[in-house]
């Protein structure tokens, strides 16, 4: 679900976001902050929001992501149901709702891998029909997966 919402960064503020991996040492810069999929969490407008000091701005972030959501996923949220997230990889944090039951998240916590590069069925069937929408995850894993 994040992977959409991402292609909608415009609409908020873009101090936040991440730079795409070129090498080895920008992956270890930012290896902490690596969704399973490969996804940055820096560079996801739900992580901003929950970071925004300013209570005004973040209720309007979250107002654009809910409709961003409902636009492009069909959902039916308000500002109210885009919630605190920390990550993906959160054990006991806080977690987007529509992360809940990303089947990705599921695997990769059940085969407890780092990330899916981690994993020996990489790239696997949940993972091509995620990077045909958006590829960006692809390049950070590819870019872990030549560290291992």
Same mark, same amino acid.
């Given at each position: 679900?994040?992977?959409?919402?991402?292609?909608?960064?415009?609409?908020?503020?873009?101090?936040?976001? &991440?730079?795409?991996?070129?090498?080895?040492?920008?992956?270890?810069?930012?290896?902490?902050?690596?969704?399973? +999929?490969?996804?940055?969490?820096?560079? +996801?407008?739900?992580?901003?929001?929950?970071?925004?000091?300013?209570?005004?701005?973040?209720?309007?972030?979250?107002?654009?992501?809910?409709?961003?959501?409902?636009?492009?996923?069909?959902?039916?949220?308000?500002?109210?149901?885009?919630?605190?997230?920390?990550?993906?990889?959160?054990?006991?944090?806080?977690?987007? &709702?529509?992360?809940?039951? +990303?089947?990705?998240? &599921?695997?990769?916590?059940?085969?407890?891998?780092?990330?899916?590069?981690? +994993?020996?069925?990489?790239?696997?069937?949940?993972?091509?029909?995620?990077?045909?929408?958006?590829?960006?995850?692809?390049?950070?894993?590819?870019?872990?997966?030549?560290?291992?």
């Amino acid at each position: 679900m994040i992977f959409f919402l991402q292609k909608s960064i415009k609409l908020l503020r873009i101090r936040y976001i &991440t730079p795409i991996p070129n090498n080895r040492s920008n992956y270890m810069n930012f290896q902490n902050i690596v969704a399973y +999929c490969g996804l940055t969490c820096k560079g +996801c407008p739900i992580y901003w929001a929950t970071r925004e000091p300013d209570k005004k701005l973040q209720k309007k972030m979250r107002t654009a992501i809910a409709r961003i959501c409902n636009e492009q996923l069909g959902t039916d949220y308000n500002y109210e149901n885009i919630n605190d997230c920390d990550g993906c990889q959160t054990a006991s944090g806080k977690l987007f &709702t529509g992360c809940l039951d +990303c089947e990705i998240r &599921t695997c990769a916590r059940t085969r407890k891998v780092e990330t899916c590069a981690h +994993c020996p069925d990489y790239i696997c069937e949940k993972l091509k029909k995620m990077y045909k929408t958006d590829p960006t995850g692809k390049v950070w894993l590819d870019v872990i997966k030549s560290t291992l």
